[in-house]
């Protein structure tokens, strides 16, 4: 089964904050941490009201690497694409059915199935490939190439205090709160740390929202040295306290109607 046409995700174009993955100890390597990232935690962030989408940096997925030695190949005349095309050949699922399956002959009273190794799982098996049958002899993979299991992609590195990482950039849906996506994530990885295996721990090092906390606060500071600064000019010009309370009242209620509409032609907009 493939998957065919676009996958669309709506997200904010600007991470809310960064969740490292890292090593407490030398027993941890960055590929273990990856995999355990996307097994484990990618998923689970995804699904929180708010989350728009999770990425890597320092990804590191199971491959399994064939390092081919262009002498050896040289030697038993072969190639790269006939290396490909014998490991495309002999790593595939294969469905090999069953011995005795109806319609049978009359009298047939057993059925068998049959089962065949499929995709290969180690470095053992893949060692074991077949090149070539020279008549006399077998050419195998482990004839030509060094074979281990490691990385598909060692472009990125990520490392946190010196030690092995991975980060999974938390982006948020457009519209959503950004202090409640992060608090939630939050309290997430409080709750998925306590299944952690040994070696392995978090870190949030990079988080967006408490610069959000700090401009509400601003906000509020500023608004309400606003209102006292208007009602001390009223009150000294007009020397009336029932004039005074006009405009203690009328800002507020000009500010709230402000972001009541403000709030309105957002959620239109995005809808």
Known sequence: MKRR????????????????????DESRKDLELSNYATIQI????????????????????????????PQKLTAYNLNAQDVIAAVQAQNVQVAAGQIG??????GQVTQYIITTLGRLKNTEQFANIVLRNTGSALVYLKDVADIEMGARSYDQTCTLD??????????????SNALDVAKRVRERMKELRLRFPPGIDYK???DTTPFINESITEVFET????????ALVVLVFLQNWRSTLIPLIAV??????????MAAIASASIT
């Open 101 to 106: 399956q109806p319609p049978t002959p009359r």
């Open 252 to 261: 507020p209620v000009a500010v709230i109607g402000t972001f009541a509409v």
């Open 5 to 24: 046409g676009i996958s669309v995700k709506k997200k904010s174009p600007n991470v809310l904050m960064i969740v490292n993955l890292v090593a407490t």
């Open 204 to 206: 949030i090092v990079y």
């Open 42 to 69: 990618r998923d689970e962030l995804s699904r929180l009201p708010g989350v728009g989408d999770i990425t890597y940096l320092g990804q590191r997925d199971y491959s399994m690497r064939l390092w081919l030695d």
């Open 162 to 175: 010196r030690k092995p990482s991975v980060a999974l950039s938390v982006y948020q849906l457009p519209g």
């Open 223 to 230: 608004l309400f040295d606003a209102i006292v600064l208007v």
